[in-house]
């Protein structure tokens, strides 16, 4: 049996790459361990939020990364027929952070800049098309089964970073639930080649419609946009696909005819909420989708995810490197699990309620409330301030900005009470209730 006296990272996704790139960078051993051939071609993840691009930056990416990813300086909400709620401008953290700006770029590219990283790491051995089958773990060791085209193998290894996505073959058998809700909807995730800014879009919108919510995002710089959506979960993927001329009539500014636009990627899929109860079992830890998983509305999955692996990786290097406490993995888990379920899930909650809200007094609200925070730059701030929660106690901000931000919410809710918009905001808090309720935090 094969040992390594270092960290097997299991699942080959963006989170796994950047966890064991930042291992590999630390001197530590490291072996990939990947089902897939390659690079998943799937370009799941699009947009990443400013602390997300701060992290890649801390990684040594973010320079290869924006010469292929669009830079996208705010975002729209939008009516169904596509006129404008409020546009959300990220230059008002001007003065708060470095990165003021989303990032959009699909999660394939993303990880094929890693891969070409990781090469350069002779510690860094990626294995692909080796499934890990089995999991076992005493005080000292654990013990993995993987099967590929050479065979069963087996190995052992200090330390396990589980980064195999959300149907995780590892926190399965570690014993870890998955809890929470699968929404009722079903998305559709589109990559179709129309030009959205001929019709005054911005490079990432949200459109709020009982029936046509959408999320329409530029994927990249050869004119791919990602044009997501709601379809009846009942029906097959062929009908899906059948149905589409006649949704992109309505969802697509202009109605355009299947003519104008190129479908390049379609993808039905269903969306949850879940949360693992805890990201460490002994010498297993969860990162990235197999610790937690929620609906994409809002790109926070992945943005989450890069903040993951960063904390992971920093705190297997201090025990690995430098002898220093297990305690730190056990604060790692907790600082990341209440970052999901404070901060990720309520959030992405709000927004897919927000976008497909049906009661039209409750819609009426909402508009209110987005069309406030598109005029008054104070609390724009304060809400694209909200995003930086995403680093959890490790937060970057200076100082002042952190003693602003922490209170954020009192001065938010006196704001938009003041512009009567108190049951959006009553909306938002109680879905975070509902969230911590669902997942016992
Ligand atoms: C349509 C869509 C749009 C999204 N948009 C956004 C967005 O805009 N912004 C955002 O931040 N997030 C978004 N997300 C979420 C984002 O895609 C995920 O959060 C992200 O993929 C998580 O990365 P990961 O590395 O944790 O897991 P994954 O990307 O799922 O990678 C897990 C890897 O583990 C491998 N694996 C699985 N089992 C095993 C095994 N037993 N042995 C070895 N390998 C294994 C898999 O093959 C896979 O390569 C979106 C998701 C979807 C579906």
New binding site residues.
Partial sequence: METLDGVVV?????????TALKLGKAGVRVIV????AG??P????????PP?AAALDRFGLLDDIRKRAVWCPDFAYRHGDGSLIATMDWSVLAHDTDYPYML?LG?NHV?NVIVQHLRTLPNVDIRWN????SIDQDASWVTLQ?SGPGGTTRLRTRWVAA????????REKVGLTFDGITWSER?V?TNVFYDFSLHGYSRANFVHDPVDWA?V?QLDQSGLW?V?YGEDPSISEAEVRRRMPERFKRLLPGAPTPDQYRVDHL?P?R?HQRCAPEFRRGRVIL?????H??N?M?????????L??EHLAEALISVINEGASVRLLDEYAVDRRKVFLEFTSPTATANFTWMKESDPAQRARDTAMLEHAGTDRTVMRQILLDFEKLNGSRSTLSPTTSNRLSGAPKRIVREVVRTATRSALASLRSAKAAQKRLFHA
């Fill in positions: 299991i699942g080959g996704g963006p989170v796994g790459l950047l361990l990947e089902a897939e690079v998943s799937s370009p799941r993840a699009v947009a990443y939020m997300t959009l999660q990880s080796h499934r890990v089958e993987t980064t195999d996505g959300a149907r995780s073959t590892v998305l995730a999320v995002v990602r997501c993808n899929y969306v990162a990235g989708d197999a610790a998983a929620t994409p809002g790109g926070l999955g992945l943005s989450g995810g890069v993951d692996a």
